[in-house]
């Protein structure tokens, strides 16, 4: 069992930034961040696996830059130039994996609680 715990989370102005951590309690092949607006579907946004491979939704290329810190169990997400449209929930979510593993299709089986992200026009 990992647990995960979202943090960074706030209100910003169209055009401001932010960066999202989460901590896993331990090592985990994939993580992923998600969000949910409301009345809207999860969508992934942002993937890494520990090897450092990633890949990102088109909505988000150019803005955001996913990294993590293997050693401390860390996965970051630095968000800039929010647009309005970016309002939602942001979770972490993790899953194994192995170096074949494409974590974008992975069944992430692990989630935190989620952190809001708000961004006023």
């Known amino acids: 069992q990992v647990q995960l715990m979202e943090s960074g989370g706030g209100s910003v102005q169209a055009g401001g930034s932010l960066n999202l951590s989460c901590v896993a309690s331990?090592?985990?092949?994939?993580m992923g961040w998600f969000r949910q607006a409301p009345g809207k579907e999860r969508e992934g946004i942002a993937h890494m696996d520990s090897a450092g491979n990633y890949m990102y939704t088109e909505s988000v290329k150019g803005r955001f830059t996913i990294s993590r810190d293997n050693a401390k169990h860390t996965l970051y997400l630095q968000m800039n130039n929010l647009k309005p449209e970016d309002t939602a929930m942001y979770y972490c979510a993790a899953a194994p994996g192995t170096p074949t593993t494409w974590c974008p299709l992975v069944n992430y089986n692990y989630w935190g609680r989620g952190t809001q992200v708000t961004v006023s026009s």
């Open positions: 331990g090592p985990i092949y994939c």
